[in-house]
Structure formats: C-alpha cells, structure tokens
C-alpha cells in the first residue's frame, strides 16, 4: 500500500493543475464579456480582465461560479443584483447553457423575458423580482425542467399566468405577487407534485378557488397558499381542505362570499387564515377556536355575524431571502 502513496500524489497533483489551467469556455467569455459591455458602472469596475472565471493573478468576477467540466471551465452561477442594473435582459445571458442559478433581481431591468430563456436548461433557480420587467411571459419558461425557484414578483408582467409552468416538476417555490396578471389561475399548476409555496397576491386575477382546485389530487405538498388582493369570487369549497399541508391561506381583500366550511378547520398544521375584506357572510364555525395550530383568523370587512371574533393579531407576513432559498 505504501508503495502506491506516490502515484495517488502525483495524480491528485496532475487533476490539481489541470483545474488550475483549464480554460473557460469560449461560449461563456463571450457571453458574459457582451453582459458587461451592456452594464453600469457599478458591476463593470468588479469585473477585471476578459475571463469571467479568473485568469493568472486576477479572481473570478464578483457574482460569478464557476466550475470544471473536463478540459474547461463554465459558468455555473450569476448573481448581479442590487446594483441598479439599467436596461432590457441582458440576451447574452441566454448563452450560459451551464447557469444553475441566475440572480438578477432588485435592479432596473426593463422589457420582456426573452424566450431564449428556454435554452437555460439546468437552471435550478431563476430570481429577477423587483426590477422593472413587463410584457408577458414567455411559455418557454417552460422548458425549465430543473427549476425549483421562481421568483418574478414585483416587476409589470401581463397576460394570463402561462399554463406551461406546470411543465417544470421540480418547482417548489413559486413567486408571482405584485405584477399585473390578469385572467385565471391555471389548474394544471395542481398538478405540481413539489409545489410548496405559490403567490399570485396582488395582480388582476378572476376566478373561484373551485376552479383551480378542480385537479383530482391537485397540491400534494402546498403549505402557503397566497390569493390576496386579486378579483376572485365564489365560495370556499369544502374539499379545499384535500390540501393538508396547507399551513398559511391568504384571501383578502377578493370579492368571495358565501359560509366558511367547517371542513377547512381540519387542515391539520393550519396556522394562518386570513379572510379579511371580502363578502364572507354567517358564523365561524367553533372547529376553528379550537384549532391546536391556528394562531391568526382575520376576518374584518365581511358580513359574519354579529359576535364572530378573530384570532391573534393581525400582521403582513412576508418571506424574506433566506426563506426563499429553503
């Protein structure tokens, strides 16, 4: 065995050098050089030398990844954000086939998703909320397979939700509050076996939650459940309470009506429930008192009857970076 410790060392020496002089992918220079050429002072003065990934005595340009594919190195991960990026989406980002991560969110991007985003096939994470972004969005994020975040909240988006998200089957967060949406909530969204956390708060949606709940085992795994600030109507149905990793439902400030099902009580880990600002009428059933795990029913701006109390106090609740990266 001793007489093998030399030739183990001169291999791990051997792959050592080989990492240090591989070099990056021309395909990425290019893409990411035509990315810097495109943005504001405030990145560029970062980004020193023409390889992204370092080169001799100059680091790799901050907020880029990069890692070893055989001979060469490839850019893995960007991440340029708050920095008051200026501009439509950087289209060269589409050429980086290797991104896993792509992290350009609180800046000034302007303008449409291209549907090239469609190339970025081994993107796991995609975060581009609080920009200026509008249009509407390409079905091509579709073709997203290894997504498991999406972030475009806060931005101008328009149209319908595509249906095409239901297309990515290892999606589990999903973020598309704060935009202009209109039209329904797909169903076919249901259908999404790792979906843990959807929000299409504050847009212009229509529709009933029976509708978007029509998919027979539709949710599986969903624990927050964001609805609030849209135009959604109709009742709450008692098989909403198949979701039952349901933990947080947020319908305020909808125009929904009708009596609150004694069934939804029964979700078991159900800890926030807000009803708020709708035209809910009748009582609240006493399951919901005695629920071990609800900390917050509210209920202001309804028609319950007289004597129908909340439950803890009320409180916006928002996830903050780290959560989103769970």
Same mark, same amino acid.
Request: aromatic fraction near 8%.
């Given at each position: 065995?001793?007489?093998?410790?030399?030739?183990?060392?001169?291999?791990?020496?051997a792959?050592? %050098?080989?990492?240090?002089?591989?070099?990056?992918?021309?395909?990425?220079?290019?893409?990411?050089?035509?990315?810097?050429?495109? %943005?504001?002072?405030?990145?560029?003065y970062?980004?020193?030398?023409?390889?992204?990934? /370092?080169?001799?005595?100059?680091p790799?340009?901050?907020g880029?990844?990069?890692?070893?594919?055989?001979?060469?190195?490839?850019?893995?991960?960007?991440?340029?954000?708050?920095?008051?990026?200026v501009?439509?989406f950087?289209?060269?980002?589409?050429n %980086?086939?290797?991104?896993?991560?792509?992290?350009? +969110?609180?800046?000034?991007?302007?303008?449409?998703?291209?549907? &090239?985003?469609?190339?970025?096939?081994?993107?796991?994470?995609?975060? !581009?909320?609080?920009?200026?972004? &509008?249009?509407?969005?390409?079905?091509?994020?579709?073709?997203?397979k290894?997504?498991?975040? %999406?972030?475009?909240?806060?931005?101008?988006f328009?149209?319908?939700?595509?249906?095409?998200?239901?297309?990515?089957?290892?999606? $589990?967060?999903?973020?598309? &509050?704060?935009?202009?949406?209109? /039209?329904?909530?797909?169903?076919?969204?249901?259908?999404?076996?790792?979906?843990?956390?959807?929000?299409?708060?504050?847009? +212009?949606?229509? /529709?009933?939650?029976r509708?978007l709940?029509?998919?027979?085992?539709?949710?599986?795994?969903?624990?927050?459940?964001?609805?609030?600030?849209?135009?959604l109507?109709?009742?709450?149905?008692?098989?909403?309470?198949?979701?039952?990793?349901?933990?947080?439902?947020?319908?305020?400030?909808?125009?929904?009506?009708?009596?609150?099902?004694t069934?939804?009580?029964?979700?078991?880990k159900?800890?926030?429930?807000?009803?708020? +600002?709708? &035209?809910?009428?009748? $009582?609240?059933?006493?399951a919901?008192?005695?629920?071990?795990? !609800?900390?917050? !029913?509210?209920?202001?701006?309804n028609?319950?009857?007289?004597?129908?109390?909340?439950?803890?106090? +009320?409180?916006?609740?928002?996830?903050?970076?780290t959560?989103?990266?769970v």
């Open positions: 065995m001793a007489s093998l410790w030399p030739f183990t060392l001169i291999c791990i020496l792959f050592s %050098l080989s990492i240090a002089h591989s070099k990056t992918l021309k395909r990425d220079v290019k893409a990411l050089n035509e990315i810097k050429a495109s %943005l504001g002072w405030r990145v560029v970062a980004w020193i030398g023409d390889d992204p990934c /370092g080169d001799g005595d100059l790799p340009w901050s880029v990844t990069c890692s070893t594919q055989g001979d060469y190195r490839v850019v893995t991960e960007l991440e340029v954000y708050a920095v008051s990026i501009g439509p950087p289209i060269a980002v589409t %980086l086939l290797d991104l896993t991560r792509l992290d350009l +969110h609180n800046n000034k991007l302007t303008g449409p998703i291209p549907p &090239q985003i469609g190339r970025l096939r081994r993107l796991r994470m995609l975060n !581009l909320r609080w920009n200026k972004l &509008q249009d509407v969005l390409p079905p091509e994020i579709g073709e997203l290894r997504l498991t975040h %999406l972030s475009l909240s806060f931005n101008n328009k149209g319908e939700i595509p249906k095409e998200l239901a297309n990515l089957p290892e999606l $589990r967060y999903l973020y598309l &509050q704060e935009n202009r949406f209109t /039209g329904r909530i797909p169903p076919e969204l249901g259908t999404l076996q790792n979906l843990r956390h959807l929000d299409v708060g504050n847009n +212009h949606l229509v /529709g009933t939650i509708e709940i029509r998919v027979e085992g539709c949710f599986p795994v969903l624990r927050n459940l964001y609805l609030n600030n849209n135009y109507t109709g009742g709450i149905p008692a098989q909403l309470a198949n979701l039952t990793k349901l933990e947080i439902l947020y319908l305020s400030y909808n125009k929904m009506s009708g009596a609150i099902p069934a939804l009580a029964h979700i078991p159900l800890t926030y429930l807000y009803l708020d +600002h709708n &035209q809910f009428s009748g $009582r609240i059933p006493d919901f008192y005695k629920h071990p795990f !609800l900390k917050e !029913l509210y209920i202001e701006g028609g319950f009857r007289p004597g129908v109390n909340p439950i803890g106090i +009320h409180k916006v609740l928002e996830l903050t970076d959560d989103f990266l």
